[in-house]
């Protein structure tokens, strides 16, 4: 049973997409350093219409760093149903590439803004690309990953760093 229902329109959200980035075999975490805020945190941004959520974490962390990434399979437990002609007598330890965690913020307006975490991968020697888009005020930076936590400007993205690492490092 639902202890609580909310129920927003269209014009009152925003669905944004991120990913953790991680470049395993190096064990370092891509950060950006937003100038405009002297803040360093996860790349994220906006859906556009159309787009599906995993194509956006990918364009987005793309756009914002300079650096290509995929969407990493991963073991961790999800929600989400495996499709019943493809359901195993038992599912532990089947890989996917669900979100890891999903955020919300709720704007002074009361506009809310879903953002869905998915677990990266990229490559820390890879020379970053120019093609960024323009108007970006970032400075892609990679980090160790006890690094990554510390440094990281915000609690909730800290949070996100310890479980990404969790994720790959088990």
Aim: glycine letters at 4%; charged letters at 25%.
């Amino acid at each position: 049973m639902y202890t609580n229902r909310l129920l927003t329109f269209s014009d009152q959200f925003v669905i944004s997409c991120g990913t953790i980035s991680i470049d395993v075999c190096r064990q370092k975490v891509l950060l950006i350093y937003y100038r405009d805020q002297n803040v360093l945190i996860l790349p994220k941004g906006r859906k556009n219409r159309g787009e599906n959520l995993e194509s956006t974490a990918i364009r987005e962390t793309t756009e914002e760093t300079g650096y290509s990434c995929h969407l990493m399979s991963h073991s961790a437990p999800v929600k989400a149903p495996v499709p019943e002609n493809n359901a195993p007598e038992h599912d532990a330890g089947r890989l996917h590439t669900e979100p890891i965690a999903v955020q919300q913020w709720v704007y002074s307006d009361g506009v809310r803004k879903f953002i869905f975490w998915y677990l990266g991968a990229a490559d820390s020697t890879e020379s970053p690309s120019t093609l960024a888009e323009d108007g970006e005020k970032f400075d892609a930076q990679w980090y160790s990953f006890e690094e990554a936590v510390q440094r990281a400007s915000f609690e909730e993205d800290r949070k996100l760093i310890e479980k990404a690492i969790h994720i790959v490092s088990s």
